[in-house]
């Protein structure tokens, strides 16, 4: 009896582990890469060189986000009115933002991705939409106006003609005469004005084109191997890159702390309104749409790979702006300000009840963090950004 007994405890027990095990296996663990929770992830024989990566990441940086903040003096010279300063130049937002970049080392080759918002080429084509199509069109409306005008005095001008009198056909053909120089005259100095103005607008149009050709050859591999040569000087290595192009700005914490700071620096008096509107700009994810997964038909490769992406929408930020941010020019006091929209929890182990990983120093991998500083003219102030995604 008790053998049999043991067998059957045994069963019993065995058909509850494997229960659930297939439980779990429905929805695996993820296991985010090592660059997240490191910004460099190194497998070397030589381990002296782990002493020099920390100064030629910063040198690295450094000389990628110079090269994608070059200009062409001459074009943007001819576009602006007035001469734009230096300082002016690095703290304007018309830029192409790059994140800090994550850095995966081996023996003979290093893996660069960056993530990058071109606002810039944003800024370039809303120009051209905006002031020269809407120009050009209003120009072809105005001329069409004028020649309808000018037919129309025509036909009247003739009409009156037929019905009116012999005796008084000198009379009206000298009126008639003296209207049309004025017309003529009149017509000339429009053309010519609209001609002078249209001709200005074409320059301009010339100009904004070759900047944003320009825009567009900075991720040309051609130009990028100017940059990859001085790159692997530093690293002696064959370097690689992988650039992500965003869609919106706060999808990298990076960013979204960088175009802030930016804001605050020049003028700090206005952090209120800095702030609510970046709340408004962020869009987040509701709570009801955690659990929903969209029921694809026709599963191509591509629809397939973007279901199963983790951490693609996002659930939450927050932002905390901390230092000299008084109105006035003296620093009496330090100043806190924080806002934030959604939540920060890893919606995996709060909402589904799955277990997740922790990253380094107990950070969870569905958040990213970062942390700036700058300085005003009455003293430094630092910003903490964090986005978290689902």
Known sequence: MLELFKLNYNKKTENKKIKSRTSNKKQDKHNPSTIREWNNSIYVYNKNAINLI???????????K???????????REIRANRLLLRLRR????KIYVSNGEFKHTNDKVIITLYIYNRQKFNFDKKLIKSFYSYWFNQDLLIKKWDSLFKRRKFIENRALDK????????????????????????????????????????????NQQLITINEYKFNYNFLQFLKKYLEKIYNKNVEFNL????????????????IILKI???????????NTLKRKVKVRNKKNYFYQPIINNKSLEELVLRDIKYKHITGFRIEASGRLTRRYTASRSIYKLRYKGNLLNIDSSYKGLSSLLLRNNNKPNLQFTKLNSKTRIGSFGIKGWVSGN
């Open 244 to 259: 992500v192009n965003l869609k919106h700005f706060f999808l990298n914490s990076d960013i979204l702390s960088e175009s």
């Open 91 to 94: 703290l304007s937002s018309h």
């Open 54 to 64: 920390p100064q030629s990441t910063v040198l690295a940086i450094k000389l990628i």
């Open 164 to 207: 009116l009198n012999t005796k008084k056909y000198l009379l009206i053909h000298t009126l008639k005469s003296q209207n049309y120089k004025n017309l003529s005259k009149y017509l000339t100095i429009f053309y010519k004005k609209l001609l002078k103005k249209s001709l200005d607008k074409f320059f301009l149009y010339r100009c």
């Open 265 to 275: 620096r020049k003028n700090r008096r206005k952090i209120l309104k800095f702030l």
């Open 66 to 76: 110079s090269y994608f903040n070059l200009y062409n003096y001459r074009l943007e």
